[in-house]
Structure formats: C-alpha cells, structure tokens
C-alpha cells in the first residue's frame, strides 16, 4: 500500500506536468463561462454542462487513459523489473489517472462558475454534476484499463474505448427504445430499469435529472425508474450502480494484469 | 558461488515456440552475454528472468529464490534498451521513486559524475537528448547493489566515451562479484567484456561457451566471424 501511494504520487505529479491536460480543463471551463454568458438560468446552464459532461468526460477519460496505458508499457515493465506488486503498480496507475482528470474536470467546471461568485441558486445541482462527471470518469478510466489488458496491440484497445464511448452516449439508449417499442404489450419498467443499470452514461444523467427533478431531461428511463422506485432510492441505485461500473472493469483488469506476459 | 540458473525454460506465444528449453547458469563475477539473431527469443528470456513473462515450462532462479515476488526482484539491476521514463519527471524524481520502491538508497553521486549528469539532474527527461536519458537509465540500474544485473543493449545511443565509461563501470562490478546478463548486437563490444556466450537461434541454445572457446571451436579470430560461422553452418 505504501509503494502505491509513492507511485500515485510520482504518477499524478506526471501526470499534472501534461499540458494536454490542462487544455481539458481550460476546454471545460471555457464552455461553462460560455453557457453563463449565453443564460442567465443557472438550471439551463446545469443541464447544458450535464449535457457536455456526459459527451466529454468519458471520450477524454477513456481516450487519454487507454492511449497512457499503452504509450507508457515500456515504464510499466522497467517499474515492473523492480521489488514491486503487479497489483500496486496498476492500482497507483489508475488511481493516479482518475485522479487528475476527476481534478482537472472540477477545476474546468468551478473556474467557469466563478464567474457567478458564490451566489449559485443551484449549489446542490452542481455537486451532483461534479459527482456524475467523477463516476463518469472513474467508470471510462477502468473500461481503458481493462481494454489496454486485454489487448496488446493498441489500435485494438483504442478502438474498444471509443467503440464502448460510442455505445453508451448514441446507441444504449437505440437499444432501449428499440425493446420497448418490439414488447410494447408487455410490462416493462423491470427490464427497462435493468438495461438503464447497464450504461454508466445514462446512469450519470439520471443521477443529475433525478435529483433536479426535470421533466424534460428525465426521458423514458429517467420516468420509469422515479415512478418504480422515487427520486431518493433512484438515486441510491444509480450511485450503487456507478460504484460498480467505476470498480467491476479495474477489478477485471487488475486479476487479468496479474498473471499476464507483459 | 552460481547466482542465476535458468533450467528447461518453454515459452509459446499464440502456438508459436518462442523458448525451446533454454538452460544456462551464471556464477557471481562472470559476465554473460545471451547473442542471436532477431526473434531467436533473446528479449522472451530476458523478460523470463525478470518475472516480466510467465514460462510454460521450466524455472528460473535467481540466488536459489523463484523469479516471482518483490524480494526476487531485489536482486536484479535492470537497463532496459531503451529509456522508458516519463518525459515530465526529472532524473532526480526518478531516482527517488526507485530508491523508494526497492527500499534501498542510491549510491548515484559517484556515478553521477562518471556520466557527467550533474546539469541534467533536474532537467525534465523530455529535455534531454537520447545519450544522456541512455546515461540516466545506467544510472537508475547501477545505483543501487545488486547480485545481478541485466543490461538490454546497454550502449545503444551512447557516445564512445560514455560507451567506454560504462564498459569500465561494468568491469569494476564483475570484479567485486557482480553477475551479468548482457545482450547487444554490437559483437565486438561484448567481445571485450563477456566471459561466456550463450548463443540462441530459434528458441534454442546452440552455444554456451567462454569467448575463447567459441573462437578455439570454430578457427575464427574474432567472435563475430565464429558466430557468422557457426549461423551459416546451421543454415
């Protein structure tokens, strides 16, 4: 444990010397002062960031994790050749990793808020998209994880991220409509809650529209499940739900890494 | 005293036999060069050694301990062929970060000035040119005591000053009983600094014998002429 934390610190301070990164905050929070400038509505500004966040933050995330993961193998092996467990290193990586681009997200976000000072009528909105944006962070961290591996050649890996990044902002939500239009006859709240749990996207944006109560952003998984389950145990499913989607991939990861030719 | 013995090793990757039961000793103060040509599984064995890849068969170890575990690798100096270090780290933050990892501390001041690193020390490795990140990668290996030391084209990109410099750091550890595993495919260096030559082609050893032995064998005056020979042999 000690020798992660030493890596993690060695990793993040790496990591926050990229410049790369920092345009990713400056991206964010250029955007955020931007819908600032366009609305005074702070709850329309929220839902545009939400918006933006569940497009951004998982094609960043997953994109520049699983490009690190592979660009960066020689160092996992030197890093490896020394008195140190395959499982600390890959944990300090990824910790490292979700890490900086969960702090270079918030500090987009709260550096276009400033622009409002502390007067935010919806303080309570933003630390839920601050949340969704981590979880969305955590989860796209560990899907690269997993895919750089599985596979050794890095077009394959990247392609998976993008390819995943692709099928859960565009296409989960085709597929839901798609079985809720074929078995329209049938009671579907039950299947349609289960499909929701199975994209760590939607479950981010539940997690913001469920809290702020918003109609018009609730869609159809949004409506079935605060009508089954309410706004509170929603809430509580999507978080579990996240949680997994954010550990389940590294975890994966973490017991192929173990035994894996590197 | 032996320090490394590598027994029957096999390694397959997607069907293909890459390692064909490879098998060699090295005792402390001996020098081994592990030559071959391309894909004859020289970087397999050497990543076998490391703990890096999993053998299907067979078993290395390392001062009697199995090539698994942290205190395994202890034992090991390791110079990968190429620097693989993050370009936004300093040498200085990466010598710390090893030292750390393998709870030991560095005795770098002298090699410091051997390689002449001392303006570079806190300089991002991104600004360094390939000589001097080759330098800081002897640096971390040698800096910290080991039995044995595994050095992967060691004087790829260095200059032949820095060449012969760490050719004479080499020596000096071998004479204080350092063990040494080297690969390169610069023959004539190795030459110079091997005591014996374990000669891979197609996953198997064809060769293990000291330098003077392989001449003797095959009539040539030089290593490389004997091996040229001994490939062309087996063609």
Known sequence: MKKSLELLLYELAHLLRIKGLWFYALSVAGVSAAFFFLTGDERKVLLSLLSF??????????????????????????????????????????????????????????????????????????????????????????????????????????????????????????????????????????????????????????????????????????????????????????????????????????LLFRKKDL | MEVLRVENLKKSFAGKEVLKGVSFSLKAGELLAVLGPNASGKTTLIKCVLGLVLPDEGRVTLMGKPAEGKAYRKLIGYMPQTPPFPENLTPEELLLLVSRLREQEPNAEELVRLFKLEPFMRQKIKTLSGGTRQKVNALLAFAFDAPLFILDEPTVSLDPLSSARLKRLVLKEKEEGKAFLITSHVVPEVEHLADRVVFLVEGKVVLDETVEGVKRKTGKTSLEEALLSLLEERA
């Open chain 1, 53 to 254: 966040t569940l497009l951004a933050v998982p094609l960043v995330s997953g994109f520049f994790s699983v490009s690190y993961f592979y660009d960066t193998k020689e160092f996992t092996e030197f890093l490896l050749a020394q008195p140190v467990g395959r499982g600390e290193l890959l944990f300090a990586r990824w910790a490292a990793l979700a890490l900086a681009l969960t702090l270079l997200y918030a500090a987009g976000v709260a550096a276009g808020l400033t622009l409002k000072g502390f007067s935010l009528q919806e303080k309570a909105g933003f630390l839920w998209l601050a949340l969704s944006g981590t979880f969305l962070t955590l989860s796209f961290c560990s899907l690269a994880f997993l895919a750089g591996v599985l596979f050794d050649d890095k077009a394959k890996g990247v392609s998976a991220v993008l390819a995943a990044w692709l099928y859960f902002t565009l296409l989960h939500d085709a597929l839901i409509l798609t079985v809720v239009y074929l078995f329209k006859d049938y009671p579907l709240e039950k299947p349609v809650v289960l499909l929701t749990l199975l994209s760590p996207v939607d479950l981010a944006r539940l997690l913001v529209v469920l809290r702020l109560d918003v109609a018009a952003l609730m869609g159809l998984t949004g409506t079935v499940i605060k009508e089954l389950l309410g706004s509170f145990k929603g809430t509580l499913l999507s978080i579990s739900a996240l949680v997994l989607w954010s550990l389940v991939p590294f975890t994966l990861s973490w």
